[in-house]
Nanobody, 121 residues
Framework: QVQLVESGGGLVQAGGSLRLSCAASGRIFSINDMGWYRQAPGKQRELVGV???????NYADSVKGRFTISRENAENTVILQMNSLTPEDTAVYYCNAAVTTSSMRPAVRYWGQGTQVTVSS
């Protein structure tokens, strides 16, 4: 019904930048919050940042001041701009969105397939 497709991951040196993009498509009535999570090897998945439909943002302490999340509501897209990357940011990054498919149904959370971000020292 709903698909989230991520792009923009890759390999970068410490101190560099990457921009992740996630586009939602399918049977979408509205999208509440959209966000990014990450999971490093051997660790639990953690929130990186989230943005509401009204534009309010929230970030993990570890990325505050370095990462910026934004969304383009008309295109159902969420962007994660990552600056000053460190090896500790290496992980698979997952897009997440709370989507309603009709006015009569509650929001359901969907996940993207994940995109690898590797930061070399």
């Amino acid at each position: 019904q709903v698909q989230l497709v991520e792009s923009g991951g890759g390999l970068v040196q410490a101190g560099g930048s990457l921009r992740l993009s996630c586009a939602a498509s399918g049977r979408i009535f509205s999208i509440n919050d959209m966000g990014w999570y990450r999971q490093a090897p051997g660790k639990q998945r953690e929130l990186v940042g989230v943005v509401t439909s009204g534009g309010t943002t929230n970030y993990a302490d570890s990325v505050k001041g370095r990462f910026t999340i934004s969304r383009e509501n008309a295109e159902n897209t969420v962007i994660l701009q990552m600056n000053s990357l460190t090896p500790e940011d290496t992980a698979v990054y997952y897009c997440n969105a709370a989507v309603t498919t009709s006015s009569m149904r509650p929001a359901v959370r969907y996940w993207g397939q994940g995109t690898q971000v590797t930061v070399s020292s």
